[in-house]
Structures are given as structure tokens and as C-alpha cells.
T-cell receptor, first 115, second 114 residues
Framework: EPEVTQTPSHQVTQMGQEVILRCVPI?????FYWYRQILGQKVEFLVS????????KSEIFDDQFSVERPDGSNFTLKIRSTKLEDSAMYFC?????????????FGPGTRLLVL | GDSVTQMEGPVTLSEEAFLTINCTYT??????LFWYVQYPGEGLQLLLK?????DKGSNKGFEATYRKETTSFHLEKGSVQVSDSAVYFC?????????????FGKGMKLTVNP
């Protein structure tokens, strides 16, 4: 069964540094999402992306965050200047058709630690 | 805003025990409801879903029924196995103009002992 992959699995960075989290979605999926889970808290929606545009974003997804599909396969989340509170597990997800009834397929996550 | 409340655990059961994980939601409109499971070291996987009232989702011996009158989507399994040890997340989507974003509960860690 096709899988979503994410790299790196773990990243440690200094506050103020830029990080790029990468995701390789399932090949025929067209709708992409990022979520995060701060330790001990709920999984939270960050952003959805379709046709090279952001479809929806949460209040968390401020100007420090950006997403893109640089080469038509990878889907990336960039945090421009990391803060301590950005430490979390970041999950990429994707679906074939979009829509609220569709299954979203998740990657294993990237654990980001900001020091 | 929309929210999901579920039992948090952690819960430890013996093999073959009955499992219920309660999940209730608050939402405008008619959301789709999901149970996701996360096995150790892996991402979230869809376990089952229901997209309208009275629908029953089922998979791998797990079941949940979409109850609009009680705004609930409780997960049940009649006889758990060691391999069911995981974290279980209840989630919804489709409110607020058909938004695709998933709104999750906090997750419940289940350990099943032989």
C-alpha cells in the first residue's frame, strides 16, 4: 500500500533558525495538509493546499510559516524563524479527492525540537 | 468552535477484554466523523469513518455509530488483542462551510496485555 513519507524524522534547531520539513505524498493524491501536535496536546490543523494554493489555514499558520510543492512531488513546510513554542510533532497528510468525507493519509511525522 | 472530546486514558486491558472509547463532538452543521489509530513509531491511520447520521463504520473488529441525537461516535471492540495497543484519535471534519480540516480529540493510549 502506498505510504506518505516525511523527512527528517527528527530535527533539533536553535531558536531563530529556519527549518524545512519535507513530505512525499502518495503519487496520485492532489490535496495536501499539515498538522502538528505539541507534546501532550491535541493534533492541530495548520494548513491545506491544493493546485499550488493554500485552501485554508489556521490561526497558528502565521507569516512565519509557508508551504510549497517545489518540484511537483515533495510538499514542504517552512518555518522561517523558529520559536521555542514551535517544538512539536509535524504531520503531513494528503487525500486523493479532497472534501470533508475523504480519508486523509498521514505520514509518520517529523519531531521538531527548538532550543 | 468545533471540538471533539474523548476519553484520554491511558487505559490498560487484558487480551480479549471489551473496549469502549467514548467520543462526543460539538459542531455546526453535519460533520463527517473519523477514528484514527497511531501504532508505535507510525503515522495516524484511518481506522473507520461515518459521514452521516446513523451510519456505522467498521474495520478490524472495531465499530462506531454516528449518533446525531447524542453527538457521539463511540468506538467499540468486543475482544481486543495485543496488536491493538496504540493511540486512538476521534476526529471530525466538514463543518464551517465544508472545511476539510480534521479537528481531533486528544487521543487515548491503549495498552493490551497478554
Amino acid at each position: 500500500e502506498p505510504e506518505v513519507t516525511q523527512t527528517p524524522s527528527h530535527q533539533v534547531t536553535q531558536m531563530g533558525q529556519e527549518v524545512i520539513l519535507r513530505c512525499v505524498p502518495i503519487s496520485n493524491h492532489l490535496y495536501f495538509y499539515w498538522y502538528r501536535q505539541i507534546l501532550g496536546q491535541k493534533v492541530e490543523f495548520l494548513v491545506s493546499f491544493y493546485n499550488n494554493e493554500i485552501s485554508e489555514k489556521s490561526e497558528i499558520f502565521d507569516d512565519q510559516f509557508s508551504v510549497e510543492r517545489p518540484d511537483g512531488s515533495n510538499f514542504t513546510l517552512k518555518i522561517r524563524s523558529t520559536k521555542l513554542e514551535d517544538s512539536a510533532m509535524y504531520f503531513c497528510a494528503n487525500s486523493m479527492n479532497g472534501g470533508s468525507q475523504e480519508t486523509q493519509y498521514f505520514g509518520p511525522g517529523t519531531r521538531l525540537l527548538v532550543l | 468552535g468545533d471540538s471533539v472530546t474523548q476519553m484520554e486514558g491511558p487505559v490498560t486491558l487484558s487480551e480479549e477484554a471489551f473496549l469502549t472509547i467514548n467520543c462526543t463532538y460539538t459542531a455546526t452543521g453535519y460533520p463527517s466523523l473519523f477514528w484514527y489509530v497511531q501504532y508505535p513509531g507510525e503515522g495516524l491511520q484511518l481506522l473507520l469513518k461515518a459521514t452521516k447520521a446513523d451510519d456505522k463504520g467498521s474495520n478490524k473488529g472495531f465499530e462506531a455509530t454516528y449518533r446525531k441525537e447524542t453527538t457521539s461516535f463511540h468506538l467499540e471492540k468486543g475482544s481486543v488483542q495485543v496488536s491493538d495497543s496504540a493511540v486512538y484519535f476521534c476526529a471530525l471534519s466538514g463543518t464551517q462551510g465544508g472545511s476539510e480540516k480534521l479537528v481531533f480529540g486528544k487521543g487515548m493510549k491503549l495498552t493490551v496485555n497478554p
